[in-house]
């Protein structure tokens, strides 16, 4: 392990321990949603949102709405890989940082696309997002992304979910490893993560770069089993070949219901242009995917 610029077991397993976080956090002052084990989830209110202990980018989220719901989940799954929080609503965003372990530095804020609907039927399905995120909370989530990666001397690149709310910033979760945004982080700014990801383990942190444009990323995902033909593998290729598109499919590959089918990029020069451009690649890529 001497030689992996990456963070240890430990370290990475404690970060992302869904139920041992809110402690952690609690005792740092960092506000986070009220978070029980399955089994000792009495005490919070309906809806509840029930989620792995442990990754799956939102695709095992659910929504306990009743008592007869919860009681139907704890016979159905294992309690211990689950865990209740309390349903916060909000806009979902994240802090894309670079960690020494001593110190770190926020490289870009971006907003999560969650369950879209147009990308997926699944509810909470991480979609992609969009870098930068302009909110009034930027600096509470610089702040707190900094001072969570020191606690846990994250190392490398290291990502901090949020959820805005109304009444401020949240801490979901973190992901002490390279995170889905950055592709955008890298579009948006110019930055190259994996350089820095590299550097860091030399004590090294990146300087601050201004958004140069705004950056989507976009994950489609089939309702349906598809084939990838070589027809739908070209169009693919053609679009990545454009900047459009990455993480192509083979041909001849299967893609089963509610898999991932391939990821769409894009800029421009405001969030509204960038949303609408990823949105329009969509739409063909579907008409030629499901027709």
Same mark, same amino acid.
């Given at each position: 392990?001497?030689?992996?610029?990456?963070?240890?077991?430990?370290?990475?397993?404690?970060?992302?321990?869904?139920?041992?976080?809110p402690g952690k956090l609690k005792s740092l002052g960092?506000?986070?949603?009220?978070?029980?084990?399955?089994?000792?989830?009495?005490?919070?209110?309906?809806?509840?949102?029930?989620?792995?202990?442990?990754?799956?980018?939102?695709?095992?989220?659910?929504?306990?709405?009743?008592?007869?719901?919860?009681?139907?989940?704890?016979?159905?799954?294992?309690?211990?890989?689950?865990?209740?929080?309390?349903?916060?609503?909000?806009?979902?965003?994240?802090?894309?940082? %670079? #960690?020494?372990?001593?110190?770190?530095?926020?490289?870009?804020?971006?907003?999560?696309? =969650?369950?879209? +609907?147009? /990308? !997926?039927?699944?509810?909470?399905?991480?979609?992609?997002?969009?870098?930068?995120?302009?909110?009034?909370?930027?600096?509470?989530?610089?702040?707190?992304?900094?001072?969570?990666?020191?606690?846990?001397?994250?190392?490398?690149?290291?990502?901090?979910?949020?959820?805005?709310?109304?009444?401020?910033?949240?801490?979901?979760?973190?992901?002490?490893?390279?995170?889905?945004?950055?592709?955008?982080?890298?579009?948006?700014?110019?930055?190259?993560?994996?350089?820095?990801?590299?550097?860091?383990?030399?004590?090294?942190?990146?300087?601050?770069?201004?958004?140069?444009?705004?950056?989507?990323?976009?994950?489609?995902?089939?309702?349906?089993?598809?084939?990838?033909?070589?027809? %739908? #593998?070209?169009?693919?290729?053609?679009?990545?070949?454009?900047?459009?598109?990455?993480? =192509?499919?083979? +041909?001849? /590959? !299967?893609?089963?219901?509610?898999?991932?089918?391939?990821?769409?990029?894009?800029?421009?020069?405001?969030?509204?242009?960038?949303?609408?451009?990823?949105?329009?690649?969509?739409?063909?890529?579907?008409?030629?995917?499901?027709?």
């Open positions: 392990m001497k030689n992996t610029l990456n963070n240890t077991p430990k370290i990475a397993e404690e970060a992302a321990d869904k139920l041992k976080l960092i506000p986070h949603p009220m978070t029980e084990p399955i089994d000792k989830a009495d005490g919070l209110n309906f809806p509840i949102m029930i989620k792995p202990r442990a990754g799956s980018g939102g695709m095992r989220n659910v929504i306990i709405r009743e008592e007869a719901e919860m009681n139907n989940f704890r016979d159905k799954f294992d309690s211990h890989d689950f865990i209740a929080q309390e349903f916060i609503e909000g806009v979902p965003c994240s802090a894309s940082l %670079i #960690s020494t372990g001593d110190d770190a530095v926020v490289v870009a804020l971006n907003e999560q696309l =969650i369950g879209i +609907p147009w /990308l !997926t039927r699944v509810p909470f399905a991480y979609c992609g997002n969009i870098t930068p995120f302009h909110t009034k909370f930027n600096e509470e989530m610089t702040q707190y992304a900094k001072q969570i990666a020191i606690e846990f001397k994250l190392g490398g690149s290291n990502g901090v979910d949020f959820m805005m709310t109304d009444k401020g910033i949240q801490v979901l979760e973190i992901n002490p490893r390279f995170q889905g945004s950055l592709d955008t982080v890298e579009l948006s700014t110019g930055l190259n993560i994996f350089d820095a990801h590299v550097r860091s383990f030399e004590g090294e942190l990146p300087q601050l770069r201004e958004s140069e444009c705004f950056a989507a990323k976009t994950i489609i995902f089939t309702e349906k089993e598809l084939v990838i033909t070589k027809e %739908i #593998s070209d169009i693919l290729i053609r679009c990545m070949n454009y900047g459009k598109a990455a993480d =192509i499919p083979q +041909p001849g /590959l !299967t893609i089963h219901p509610d898999e991932p089918v391939t990821t769409l990029l894009a800029t421009a020069r405001t969030r509204m242009t960038v949303f609408d451009k990823v949105r329009k690649t969509c739409e063909l890529i579907k008409r030629r995917t499901e027709g």
